[in-house]
């Protein structure tokens, strides 16, 4: 492609240019600026290939000074790197393809300077004179045009499909000579010499004369196709050029550069070459004759500002030289425009854009700040809108994907983050940037770019503006994450004080999912927020907000948690198409990442011993079944309560207003761990408000979960003296709960009322102990043991002054104690004989050692007999007693039965015989027969002596009765 001549001298060439009225141009090099000597553009050097006969001697040139705003002019020296390129100057005719030519570039005049003048009030003027800029046809001379037969048409009339016949050969063999020997050559004269030369080329099979005169001029032929291919390059940027000037307005631009796009960012250093030297003549033609008529348009103003940066950065020196040169023109088309279209009431706000630009072209030289892309960023972003700036991105992004391409490594990266940090919050379309980055993620393997990337993403997701646009595109990613995007989150390089605000962001996505109906799917959302939190924690850069944010990071993954047990992925609802192209696996569940989530946030937050804890009493399978959920959410808030109160007590606080919210399975994780932070010192400082008010509503809840947590926070709260005076309000609402069928609750309110029954009245004193008495003998042995324990603490706490009032109560006591002592269960049988003890005290009664044997009583029948002797010695109305005993004939248990029966037995010896006659006996003898058909042999054969001796007494006359007989009788003898 033949490069454009800029400025030196006019085309003789009639043919190709009648006349114009266009001011000639000015060549500029703004690389060679500061030198003292500027050098001619690349385009006019590699114009001068095809001048070897003659040098262009280069006229004065305005060289670029934008610290003063001005131009200078300097003269301008000969170029010694164009030495080696006319070396074949002095070469014959023959050699001389073009002897002189010259070439009008319809786009700048001598004395334009085409400087960017920074002062406002000159783009005032421009603005206020907008309409002088515009270009009509009449301004323009007519441009002569090829001849109008086709090339193609020529050819198919020359070309021959046989051997040509010697005239035909030998006259175009004359004309290639001709052209050889020739001066100039005007378009039809070369047009002729590929004609003739095709139709040669086609017939050498068939002639050696050919072949002959070919293999002789190969290196001439060659060397002329070479400068024609040249020639059409600069007809070609001409052409660009005069549609520039012929249409002048920016939706022209736009048109060539869509059309120049793909060239600009060709992997082939020729193609790249070519495409920049010809964007460099449009761009310069452009800014001096560009239409400032409203409304103005360019689309796509800020690819080219990227496209242009990036060359400026090619390792190709050429290349970088025609970016430079068209980066200049650029700039100065972006000012015009935004001063032109700028909005009146936001002129403070161009006056300060333009100040800014100032100053940053002032603080490098020219060559400094067109070899430098981000510095070129710096200045164009001040200008540019947020559409414009995500076309920039988005540009540089898309060129990313070639890691061939020579600009990539240098200054891609460079361009994202100085583009990034420098324009803030004035980007529309991230969504679509982060969509690009995310698949380029894949496609870019170096370190260094990948890391610039990820910076990128750093910067956008630590603006406040963009926090939740970045954090909802990277989500809507299958999980788990792949590597790319993995690394990603791991290495997420953000300034300390935005670390926080990014990780609360993040885990307010995945709070919000935990308000949504149980009943429901499970949300996408969350499971994508755990996954994240889960490489944010693995990669460790964020670690002074995971420290800061631990109690809520904490509590929020324990509920995922909750929400997570027993689903799997069928059961979350997961958007259309997001799995596409890989299948999930079935080993992936929403609880996996949980559990892995919850993991890592306490090893990076130093939480060794809890972790132990946790693994060494199966905390992490607790907290993963169904019913033990609680019981894991239970050991793990011990364990903080343990080895690390700042943390525990920092939750206890997090979730004084965080029960009230969510559904019940956010509020029961919730729960489970406040209740036992409520252990802590700490607890005490709670307003009762939060603390006693809120386990008196649990303690009303329909949930008996929920009684059972209130339960086990008034316990632990009781253990503070200072709030049971507050918690014995509750006592009647406690005291209906022992009768509740859930053993938990039943023990727990026993254990409450242990603590307090030391502050009873004396009514509810005697309540609980008649409500305590139903629950000897409970079939559950704990509530059959704690019920006799919280019984004889109540015997303990009754004042000396009512004493009598609960004498039969104790007296009523003590057989089923006595009977109990004898039970399977040995805690059951201990608690009843410390209990047993108890009464005996209240009623100043010493007790029998024989009580206290821990042998059964059929064995030691003697021992029994002794203990037997003593009630009856100690208690009135023995056949009441008797009756309470065989109560407990019926028992489940065989020991209390067999016991039972026994105790009656011998206690029937200390019954008054005359009461027991009265009574009868046939209620007695009843329950002992029946006793006869147990299957336990034991006791059938204690049932049978026990029933002989009730006849035994039944038959035997009263000792007192017989006296008076031998009385009477003797009476009646004496007479």
């Keep these: 492609m033949p490069l454009p001549h800029r400025g030196r001298g006019s085309r003789l060439a009639g043919s190709r240019v009648a006349s114009t009225s266009l001011p000639r141009a000015t060549a500029y090099s703004p690389r060679r600026a500061g030198r003292g000597t500027p050098l001619p553009s690349h385009a006019q050097r590699l114009t001068r290939r095809r001048h070897f006969s003659e040098q262009v001697p280069p006229g004065p040139e305005p060289q670029a000074d934008f610290r003063s705003g001005k131009w200078r002019q300097e003269r301008a020296g000969g170029d010694a790197r164009d030495s080696r390129r006319s070396a074949r100057a002095g070469m014959g005719s023959r050699h001389r393809i073009c002897s002189q030519e010259e070439i009008v570039i319809p786009c700048a005049s001598d004395n334009d300077s085409g400087s960017v ?18 270009l009509t046809d009449s301004d323009i001379s007519d441009i002569a045009g090829l001849p109008q037969e086709s090339l193609t048409d020529s050819f198919r009339h020359l070309t021959q499909q046989g051997p040509l016949s010697e005239p035909i050969v030998e006259r175009l063999i004359q004309s290639i000579q001709e052209f050889f020997n020739g001066d100039l050559q005007s378009e039809l004269e070369k047009l002729t010499f590929l004609r003739s030369l095709c139709s040669l080329s086609r017939a050498l099979p068939y002639d050696e004369t050919i072949g002959a005169f070919i293999h002789s001029h190969i290196e001439d032929i060659v060397h002329i196709l070479n400068s024609l291919y040249r020639q059409t390059l600069q007809a070609f940027s001409e052409m660009l050029q005069s549609l520039v000037v012929k249409d002048p307005h920016l939706e022209n631009l736009d048109t060539i550069f869509k059309q120049m796009d793909p060239w600009l960012q060709s992997t082939k250093d020729h193609e790249r070459e070519r495409a920049a030297v010809s964007m460099a003549e449009v761009l310069k033609c452009s800014s001096r004759h560009l239409s400032l008529k409203l409304p103005l348009q360019f689309q796509r103003l800020g690819r080219l500002v990227a496209l242009m940066a990036l060359l400026c950065g090619d390792p190709v020196k050429e290349v970088a030289e025609e970016a430079a040169e068209g980066t200049h023109y650029l700039l100065h088309i972006t000012l015009r425009l935004k001063y032109v279209t700028h909005d009146k009431k936001n002129h403070p706000s161009l006056r300060r854009a333009m100040k800014k630009c100032q100053e940053l072209l002032e603080l490098y030289s020219i060559k400094q700040f067109y070899s430098c892309p981000f510095r070129i960023a710096q200045v164009f972003e001040v200008f540019l809108n947020s559409n414009e700036l995500c076309q920039f991105v988005m540009t540089i992004l898309d060129g990313l994907k070639n890691l061939k391409h020579p600009c990539t490594q240098k200054s891609a990266g460079e361009l994202l983050i100085t583009l990034v940090e420098n324009a803030e919050s004035r980007f529309e379309k991230v969504p679509e940037i982060m969509g690009v980055i995310c698949a380029q993620l894949s496609i870019i ?87 994240a939190l889960y490489e944010v924690f693995v990669g460790n850069r964020l670690r002074a907000a995971t420290f800061r944010l631990f109690p809520q990071l904490l509590m929020t993954l324990l509920i995922q948690i909750h929400h997570s047990i027993g689903l799997t992925m069928s059961d979350v609802t997961i958007p259309s198409g997001l799995y596409t192209e890989q299948e999930m696996s079935s080993q992936v569940t929403p609880l996996c990442f949980a559990i892995q989530a919850t993991k890592t946030l306490l090893l990076r937050t130093l939480c060794w011993q809890e972790f132990n804890i946790m693994e060494k009493n199966k905390g992490w399978t607790l907290l993963e079944g169904k019913d033990g959920h609680l019981q894991g959410i239970s050991l793990l808030a011990n364990a903080l309560l343990e080895r690390n109160h700042l943390f525990a007590n920092k939750i206890m606080y997090l979730l004084v207003p965080l029960l009230n919210r969510g559904n019940d399975k956010h509020k029961l994780t919730s729960a489970g761990f406040f209740v036992e932070l409520l252990q802590s010192p700490m607890a005490r400082r709670l307003p009762s408000i939060y603390s006693i008010a809120r386990l008196k509503d649990w303690l009303h809840h329909g949930n008996n979960v929920f009684k059972t947590l209130a339960l086990k926070g008034l316990h632990y709260l009781t253990r503070h003296q200072e709030m049971r005076e507050g918690i014995k309000s509750l006592l009647p609402c406690i005291l209906d709960l022992l009768c509740e069928t859930d053993e938990k609750i039943v023990l727990l309110a026993i254990q409450i009322l242990l603590q307090l029954v030391e502050t009873m009245d004396f009514t509810t004193l005697t309540a609980m102990m008649k409500t305590l008495f139903s629950l000897f003998g409970d079939v559950r042995p704990d509530v059959h043991r704690f019920s006799m324990t919280l019984f004889g603490a109540s015997i303990k706490s009754v004042k000396y002054t ?121 209620w007695i003898e009843k329950d002992l027969r029946d006793l006869l058909c147990d299957p336990e042999p034991s006791l059938r054969i204690i049932a049978s002596q026990a029933l ?28």
């Design 117 to 134: 003048d920074l002062q406002l009030s000159n783009l005032e003027d421009v603005k206020n004179d907008a309409s002088s800029l515009e």
């Design 445 to 531: 393997s170096q370190p260094r770019v990948r890391q610039q990337i990820i910076n990128t993403v750093s910067l956008f997701i630590s603006r406040p503006k963009y926090t939740d646009i970045v954090i909802s595109h990277l989500l809507c990613h299958p999980v788990p994450y792949d590597r790319h995007l993995a690394e990603l989150w791991r290495t997420l390089d953000v300034k300390l004080p935005s670390t926080t605000w990014i990780l609360w962001r993040l885990l307010r996505k995945l709070q919000k999912c935990h308000n949504a109906p149980t009943h429901e799917k499970m949300a996408y959302m969350a499971v994508a927020a755990t996954d």
């Design 802 to 922: 009512d004493k009598k009032g609960i004498e039969n109560q104790v007296l009523d006591s003590l057989v089923p104690l006595l009977l109990y002592s004898q039970d399977e269960n040995d805690a059951v049988a201990e608690e009843s004989r410390q209990v047993l003890t108890i009464c005996a005290q209240f009623l100043k009664w010493k007790l029998p050692q024989e009580v206290y044997c821990k042998d059964p009583w059929y064995i030691r029948c003697g021992k029994v007999g002794k203990v037997c002797k003593f009630f009856g010695k100690k208690c009135k109305g023995k056949v009441n007693l008797v009756a309470q005993t065989l109560m407990f004939s019926k028992n489940a248990k065989i020991p209390i039965r067999r016991a039972a029966v026994l105790f009656v037995g011998l206690l029937l010896k200390y019954v008054d015989h005359s009461e027991l006659r009265m009574k009868g006996t046939d």
């Design 948 to 975: 002989f001796q009730v006849r035994e007494v039944g038959t035997e006359q009263d000792p007192r009765q017989t006296v008076c007989g031998l009385r009477k009788l003797m009476g009646c003898l004496s007479t």
